[in-house]
């Protein structure tokens, strides 16, 4: 699991631990270790000072970067897959596995040690946040949908192809989404049908687009290519 944020990169391991890369190079600039399986999940915080990692150790941990020692512990109760941070910075929405295997989004304030898992979110994959920190988007029995949480209505947005791998929620209210085999996405929150933005290497089975994230524009966007 690989994020960015700024010019420095950040990988989750299967060694249990988070490394940080500097600058447009391989060099590792800081080693985090604390968790006590492999680290699955990683989220960076909008204003790109505080870093989260999540693991099947069941925790998620806050880092000090310029240390590398943890500054918070959180318990999460099941294994973790992926984590967000709201943009507000003051919200976790992670996405988590039980013993069956079945996942499920839990949410849980940063300045509190109660965690809650959100209702209609059973099976509910990769979620992201609006830039308002009120609501989130997933993606959840082959359709991309939003859970406002003040109220707990949940909406469809649209269908989604199999294999999504992640999304993204822009200032002006569209959303991108990737699927494996198939260019990034774009769909308004209001919904409608995804339009492509990117374009796919003809002739290449092997070229996948994904992890889209907007920038603060909601106009322009970073996509991964594999």
């Known amino acids: 699991n690989l994020v960015v944020a700024s010019a420095y990169s950040i990988e989750a391991s299967a060694d249990k631990i988070v490394r940080v890369f500097a600058p447009n190079s391989d060099k590792v600039m800081q080693e985090c270790a604390g968790h006590t399986h492999p680290a699955t999940a990683l989220a960076w915080s909008h204003d790109g000072r505080s870093l989260i ?14 240390t590398g020692k ?13 984590v967000a941070i709201s943009p507000d910075g003051r919200r976790l929405i992670f996405s988590a596995t039980d013993a069956a295997g079945v996942s499920q989004l839990w949410m849980r304030e940063l300045s509190s040690d109660v965690v809650r898992p959100l209702a209609l979110t059973q099976g509910a994959i990769q979620p992201f946040w609006a830039p308002d920190s009120e609501q989130i988007a997933y993606f959840q029995d ?82 991964a290519v594999a």
């Open 142 to 223: 082959g359709a991309l949908k939003i859970l406002i949480l003040s109220s707990g209505i949940s909406r469809t947005v649209c269908r989604v192809s199999p294999g999504p791998r992640r999304g993204s929620w822009g200032a002006q209210g569209d959303i991108l989404v990737a699927a494996r085999d198939l260019p990034i996405q774009r769909v308004s929150q209001n919904g409608g049908t995804p339009q492509s933005v990117t374009t796919l290497e003809p002739g290449d089975p092997n070229t996948q687009h994904f992890y889209p994230s907007f920038l603060p524009d909601g106009e322009r966007f970073l996509f």
């Open 53 to 66: 990692s999540g693991s099947a150790d069941r925790n998620l941990i806050l880092w000090n970067l310029e």
């Open 70 to 82: 943890p500054l918070k512990t959180f318990a999460a109760i099941h294994d973790v897959v992926t």
